[in-house]
DNA sequence: TTCAAAATATGACCACCGTCATGTTTTGAA
DNA sequence: TTCAAAACATGACGGTGGTCATATTTTGAA
């Protein structure tokens, strides 16, 4: 509608009916009524590579649904350092902390790769609420498992030494988000660690006949080695 | 009621009526109903220092509700060290994160100093959810803010240095939970260092005149340079 | 009150890894 | 195709802070 993204390129919405299994997210899977409704509100866009969904210390004025691409939640720390909190794929729904908790972003949203959502604005989400009350639980379940999930990467990320966290990233960045290649940079920025330390523990892991490296693409060789590589 | 809470002392429970405001949580105060609800259903408990309310890897049975005291939330990682995520005192709800994920606890509930807690079994929650839909809406508000914090933290203890972390803590315990004395291995647990490190950081600061020792007693003497020092 | 266990305190050591510098390769836009 | 910018790669250096050892003080239960 009249709601201009900075950087995004609006684009001719498909039917949330066309929009298919691999994009289909926990709202709207909740009740056939849904995407009805969010057909008649929503708005979509398309991003490319490393452009801005939306920025740390905004409002959140609507929730986001990742319909293809990549996004991750970046946060910049006052000396500069970036940090990739969540990786959201197609199916995600982006920004619904912040607008649940009444809070601005406190992290950047960055399109990984070409990246098409579809914005629904806030009053259509309430209303949502309102008509199917057992969305908040599915919700209330999900924000519950990306708790334990920062948890557990916050307590890995401080015990565990550089090599162990590179070993951990790339095998979720594999298994996760597998058709995606990713930078030295984008990887530390995952594995809490610098671009060097990534590459320096890369070279190694070839040598030892763990990955191969051909380029900027990354093979898996010996999965369960570097599992326990991972301490996994 | 048949329940038996290992290690605990289950005590005669007082009606949440009488509960009082300080431990008036977001679930009671959802709907005057509520109280009334939870004391046909609910066992009262008292813990001393460090016994466990809960283990992690258990599954949750319902959830407990703080009236008195505190509890800290600690994850042990697989090389023994111990990270306490969060702390609870009076009005906080405990277990709730578990329990709304469907998954086992992911970490240890202890017992800072005495606490007195009552415990409404899962099936009773679950009422309160289909009879006042409200509530969902309340705990998702407070689970996104939890989310926020745990990262926050997570990015703090990654890319701050161990005084900043000692001095952010320092400040924290006081603003939050002063009553209470800690230890300098509870102050590392949170700060994510060593005990060593944190006498060193409040030898340090007690030289700047930041603080002043006696015995385990600490009093943050310039709240204004700490806060700098902690870089907030 | 006694006394062992836990907490506090401090020094010495050194490994990990972040930082910087330099050079090479790759990428992608003009 | 060209070329500058970005990414990749590798070496050298040094500081932070974890670990261990040891001694002292405090705590709390018998």
Redesign the pocket.
Known sequence: MGIKKKGSCEITPISCEMCGANSQNIICASHPNIPETLDRSKISCRY???QVIFYSDNDPLGLFFIQSGLVKLEKTSE?G?AHTLRLMGPGAILGYRSLFANEPYHATAIAVDQVELCFVPKSEILLIFQNHPEVALRLLNHLAKDLRLAEERWIHQMD??????VAEALLFLQDHFHSQ????????EWA????????????QFEKEALID?S??QITIINKSLLKSKANL
């Open positions: 490319k590579r490393d000396d350092s565990k030494d550089a090599s162990e966290r290649t990713w930078t030295r940079r984008e990887i530390a809490g660690t610098t671009p060097e330390t990534v590459m320096r523990t890369l070279a490296q380029g900027r």
